[in-house]
C-alpha cells in the first residue's frame, strides 16, 4: 500500500542555523502533501501544505519543496529558533481527505 | 475561538474493559477524523465521518473498535474488550469538509491497558 517515510529520525541544529527536513513517498498518483509540527504532548499542528502542480512554495521562515520525479518533498526552517523544537511529520493528503503520515523527524535546537 | 477538545485527556484502564473516548470538533466543521498514535510513531488513519454520509471505516484494524457521531458534531470513539497493544495517544481531527485539507487537531486521549 502507500507509504509516506522520513530520512532521518533525529535531527540537532544550532539556532539561527537552516534546517531541513526529508520525506519520501510511495504514490506516485499522490496530489496534496502537508508537513505538521507536533510538540510534546500536543496534537499536530498545520504548517503548510503543497500540491503536485507547484514545486514550491513558502510561507513565514518556512519552505516546502516537492520533487515529484523522485517523490521526495522537504521542509526547509530558516533560523531556526528553539520554539521549533518538536516532531515533524509529512503528510499524503490525497486519499480522499485521511492523511497518511510518515514517521517523524525529531528536531532538537541546541541554544 | 475554541479548537477540537478531546476527553478525558488520560485514561488508564485494564485489559478486557470497554472505553469511550469522545471528541467535540471545531463548531461548524462537517468533517471529522480519528487517528491512533503508537508511542514514538506517525499517526494512523482510523475512521473520518463527513456529513451525513456513511463513515470511511477502513483503518479500524478490529471489529473491537467502533465509532459514532451524534448530530453532525461530537464523536465517541468505543473500544470494546482492550488489549494491551491499544495503548496509544488517539487524535482526533476537524476540518471545513473532507476536500478542505487543512485538518485541526486536539490534543488526545493517552490510553494505557494494563
Known amino acids: 500500500g502507500e507509504s509516506v517515510g522520513l530520512h532521518l529520525p533525529t535531527l540537532s541544529v544550532q539556532e539561527g542555523d537552516n534546517s531541513i527536513i526529508n520525506c519520501a513517498y510511495s504514490n506516485s498518483a499522490s496530489d496534496y502533501f502537508i508537513w505538521y509540527k507536533q510538540e510534546s504532548g500536543k496534537g499536530p499542528q498545520f504548517i503548510i501544505d503543497i500540491r503536485s502542480n507547484m514545486d514550491k512554495r513558502q510561507g513565514q521562515r518556512v519552505t516546502v519543496l516537492l520533487n515529484k520525479t523522485v517523490k521526495h518533498l522537504s521542509l526547509q526552517i530558516a533560523a531556526t529558533q528553539p520554539g521549533d523544537s518538536a516532531v515533524y511529520f509529512c503528510?499524503?493528503?490525497?486519499?480522499?481527505?485521511?492523511?497518511?503520515f510518515g514517521q517523524g523527524t525529531e528536531l532538537s535546537v541546541k541554544p | 475561538g475554541a479548537g477540537v477538545s478531546q476527553s478525558p485527556s488520560n485514561k488508564v484502564t485494564e485489559k478486557g474493559k470497554d472505553v469511550e473516548l469522545r471528541c467535540d470538533p471545531i463548531s461548524g466543521h462537517t468533517a471529522l477524523y480519528w487517528y491512533r498514535q503508537s508511542l514514538g510513531q506517525g499517526l494512523e488513519f482510523l475512521i473520518y465521518?463527513?456529513?451525513?454520509?456513511?463513515?470511511?471505516k477502513s483503518g479500524l484494524p478490529s471489529d473491537r473498535f467502533s465509532a459514532e457521531r451524534t448530530g453532525g458534531s461530537v464523536s465517541t470513539l468505543t473500544i470494546q474488550r482492550t488489549q494491551q497493544e491499544d495503548s496509544a495517544v488517539y487524535l482526533c481531527a476537524s476540518s471545513l469538509s473532507s476536500g478542505s485539507y487543512e485538518q485541526y487537531f486536539g490534543p488526545g486521549t493517552r490510553l494505557t491497558v494494563t
Open positions: 465521518f463527513q456529513g451525513n454520509s456513511a463513515p470511511d
Open positions: 503528510a499524503d493528503g490525497g486519499q480522499g481527505g485521511k492523511l497518511i
